[in-house]
């Protein structure tokens, strides 16, 4: 089937029909006779030649560092869902935590042509980003508009999206000090990272605010694994060091904690409470369900593809996301409350 075959059937214009298809204003009478012939004749628009027309691909790249990490899989599929909502493809890159691949995916991305690129992770979120990253993003800025997700790069206009993850860490340490918890300890978290330093912020001054002692601080990447060799250090602290919470850095740093405790008899929450960080499917799953700060996906989607979309007519955005706190049942009352 054609367009022409629907003009004919709708009794209108072939160019009536095209602008029915691309969202152009029509009179509603004629608007809902070209919808009946699209349907009653299967007619599907070529995608291809309506892009060309626009001077639009109809698709949106998305780089990540590592789709294997939960919070970012459950993301990209938030943002492809909201995506192909709004008629646009979602094309993946997935940089495995190597800025030389970050710029491939980058300048692959741009010279297809897609009409804007989600970035999340990366470059976005060096403390000090080199000079030749900089000027990599503003070759690509030029030709593809950018949209960084929880991230920034100091110099460039950019749009962004941000959860307010420092509200997050708070709202975490508040909630165990109601409890009863004094000795709580931060896992995870690699120091040239900016959301590590801005959590780890937030971590000491709420502490210091409510005038509880300083809390214990583990280096360790995002992993499973660096979650269960933190907590094997705390427990090679003398006992009455020992924290009686902790909060992962995310969910996969807080549940590898919580097995290596379980396994050296430790109860979860009796003997100690566990916080994660993301709500990615690991904590609903964990037992028990794991407390932990929730990005809230479909509103977070939301305002990325808003961004892109908008980011493709020129604007520049800026939004803030407030999390919350998902509270479950592997936070409990200190047992010295």
């Known amino acids: 089937m054609t367009i022409y075959d629907v003009a004919q059937l709708a009794g209108v214009s072939a160019s009536t029909v095209s602008r029915v298809v691309n969202g152009k204003k029509v009179d509603p009478l004629m608007t809902e006779r070209v919808r009946q012939a699209i349907t009653t004749t299967g007619f599907q628009p070529n995608q291809l030649a309506r892009g060309l027309y626009f001077q639009q691909s109809r698709m949106l790249g998305c780089i990540l560092p590592d789709i294997s990490n939960p919070f970012y899989a459950t993301l990209f599929m938030a943002v492809e869902r909201r995506a192909l909502e709004d008629g646009y493809t979602l094309l993946l890159g997935n940089t495995l935590d190597e800025l030389k691949l970050e710029a491939r995916n980058l300048r692959i991305m741009s010279e297809r042509q897609v009409d804007a ?10 403390v000090r980003p080199t000079a030749e990253l900089l000027a990599d993003t503003k070759r690509i ?11 920034h790069l100091d110099g460039l206009e950019l749009s962004t999206v941000q959860v307010d993850e420092v509200e997050g860490v708070r709202a975490s340490v508040r909630h165990l000090l109601a409890l009863g918890h004094r000795r709580i300890a931060f896992l995870g978290g690699v120091p040239h990272v900016r959301a590590t330093i801005q959590k780890r ?6 502490l210091a605010a409510a005038g509880a002692p300083p809390g214990l601080t583990l280096d360790g990447i995002y992993t499973l694994q660096a979650g269960a060799d933190a907590m094997r250090t705390v427990l090679n602290l003398p006992r009455h060091e020992w924290p009686s919470a902790i909060i992962g850095i995310n969910d996969p740093v807080a549940v590898g904690a919580a097995h290596v405790a379980v396994g050296a008899g430790l109860s979860i929450p009796r003997d100690l409470s566990v916080v994660g960080f993301d709500d990615t499917p690991l904590a609903s799953t964990f037992y028990p369900a794991l407390t932990t700060v929730s990005h809230r996906y479909e509103a977070l989607a939301n305002l990325i593809v808003d961004a892109a979309i908008r980011s493709i007519d020129g604007e520049q955005v800026q939004q803030v996301l407030d999390p919350s706190l998902v509270v479950r049942a592997s936070s409990g009352r200190s047992a010295s409350s």
């Not at 690129?117 to 060096?126: A, F, K, M, P």
């Not at 800025?141 to 991230?151: A, D, E, K, S, Y």
């Open 201 to 206: 912020e937030a971590f000491a001054q709420e």
């Open 117 to 126: 690129i989600i970035l999340t992770g990366g470059r976005i979120n060096e």
């Open 141 to 151: 800025q030029r030709r593809t508009p950018l949209v960084l997700v929880n991230g």
